[in-house]
């Protein structure tokens, strides 16, 4: 039950619960590998990973891309030898109701959220087949577990990617972990994907009202990480106790 010396990918790496989740890892000995759109902010956080004492490494990676999932894995593996866990962390949530008529937002969500998630899956199942083991973490959301105007597109993907995170706990076989997190209301800049004002405005105030640090996230990530290898932590939701 330790994450000393462990390899780890993180998708979505340079804020957020992306962010919080590598310090948090790398804090307790994990090699963290950071991927993200925005280059400049995974470096920050790798040199504040080293700075720390802990090590990390990062790409430039976008999740649309297979290739890119397929270098950042490559990238875990020619540093450190071995890819132990892939955190899929990626994501974003312009929301709207279906009648604002958004479809390239729908398309984008689609294609980071959902095809994000499968390309990571696709790049780091074939390193675990020859380790015979790794562990996948998938970040969801509570917003497919409670249904409500706006998240319609969002929770979607969210409950196609819970879909897809059971289909491969039950494929996975003893030696594969995997573990779909659900954070509820996060202090994130989750809203600054969404293009819709008054759904931003609205999803700004209740995020400072209500939420919690991407810290408690980040904490769970490592609970389910650290559990003995044949221990399968398949599901964690965790929200603000003022949550609905």
């Not at 962390?89 to 689609?110: E, H, K, Q, T, Y």
């Not at 990617?161 to 996060?186: H, K, N």
Request: aromatic share 4%.
């Amino acid at each position: 039950m330790s994450m000393e010396d462990k390899v780890v990918v993180i998708t979505g790496a340079g804020s957020g619960i992306g962010r919080a989740t590598a310090l948090h890892l790398a804090s307790r000995g994990g090699r963290i590998v950071l991927g993200a759109r925005r280059e400049e902010r995974i470096a920050a956080v790798a040199a504040e990973i080293e700075a720390a004492g802990g090590e990390a490494v990062f790409r430039r990676t976008d999740v649309t891309r297979r290739e890119d999932l397929e270098g950042l894995v490559r990238l875990a593996c020619d540093r450190y030898g071995r890819l132990d866990v892939l955190v899929n962390n990626a994501g974003i949530g312009p929301i709207s109701r279906f009648d604002a008529l958004r479809v390239d937002d729908w398309d984008a969500m689609i294609d980071v959220n959902i095809k994000g998630v499968l390309y990571g899956i696709a790049a780091a199942l074939p390193v675990f087949a020859r380790q015979r083991g790794g562990h996948i973490v998938n970040v969801i959301s509570t917003a497919g577990l409670k249904i409500i105007p706006t998240m319609g597109v969002y929770a979607a993907t969210k409950n196609a990617v819970r879909t897809i995170t059971e289909a491969l706990r039950q494929e996975a076989g003893p030696t594969l972990r995997v573990t779909e997190v659900s954070p509820g209301m996060t202090a994130t800049d989750f809203a600054d994907s969404m293009t819709d004002e008054a759904v931003k405005t609205a999803m700004r105030a209740r995020s400072e009202a209500i939420a919690i640090p991407p810290d408690a996230i980040a904490r769970a990530i490592a609970f389910a990480i650290e559990q003995p290898p044949d221990v399968d932590v398949g599901s964690v939701v965790i929200r603000p106790t003022a949550q609905d």
